[in-house]
């Protein structure tokens, strides 16, 4: 993606976004991207945005929740499948699971170890924010673990403060808009 064209898909970002502050605790600026993603021109934005990062995969893989939607949708722009990264205990056994540290706390994402085959595909791993990196690096693991490689990571917004890129050292990570 070009400067000028980053540029502008920020901008679409940033003009719809909503911020709202001491959400979920005090002194936190929640960043809220439902209506980037309710309006037909930033959905459309953010879905050629992300489906450019890496137009030669074999399948795309959102991560629970706002992952899927967005997954799905770049999925279709590359006519590819996708891969839904569930959240612990959403999916009927066998699974791989990866659980992980969050801020406050840890979490759990599987996807299935059965009833399909990830070996050998390459991945584009999607997501809404990239934060602490906790997240999307559970999401490489799980890939992997299934045989795939995760070719691309691809993110609507970033929170450059929270240095998530630094849980995920091998891997290309695009990050659309940076706060």
């Keep these: 993606m070009s400067d000028a064209s980053h540029a502008d898909v920020a901008a679409v970002i940033k003009s719809l976004m ?14 809220d991207l439902t209506p980037v993603l ?19 995969v074999d399948l795309v893989a959102g991560i629970d929740a706002r992952g899927f939607l967005l997954g799905a949708a770049v999925a279709i722009r590359l006519g590819t499948g996708v891969l839904a990264i569930r959240k612990g205990g959403k999916l009927p056994p066998p699974v791989h699971r990866e659980t992980y540290d969050l801020e406050y706390g840890s979490a759990t994402l599987e996807i299935p170890a059965d009833g399909m085959q990830l070996t050998g595909l390459r991945v584009l791993l999607v ?21 795939a490689t995760v070719t691309a990571g691809a993110v609507v917004l970033e929170l450059a403060a929270l240095d998530g890129r630094s849980k995920l050292p091998d891997v290309a990570v695009t990050s659309l808009y940076v706060v």
């Design 18 to 31: 909503r911020e709202v502050p001491d959400f979920p605790e005090p002194g936190i600026q929640f960043k």
């Design 38 to 56: 309710a309006d037909a021109r930033g959905l459309a934005t953010v879905t050629d945005a992300l489906a450019a990062v890496a137009p030669d």
């Design 127 to 147: 997501d809404d924010v990239l934060a602490t990196g906790g997240t999307m690096a559970a999401g490489v693991t799980l890939l992997e673990a299934g045989g």
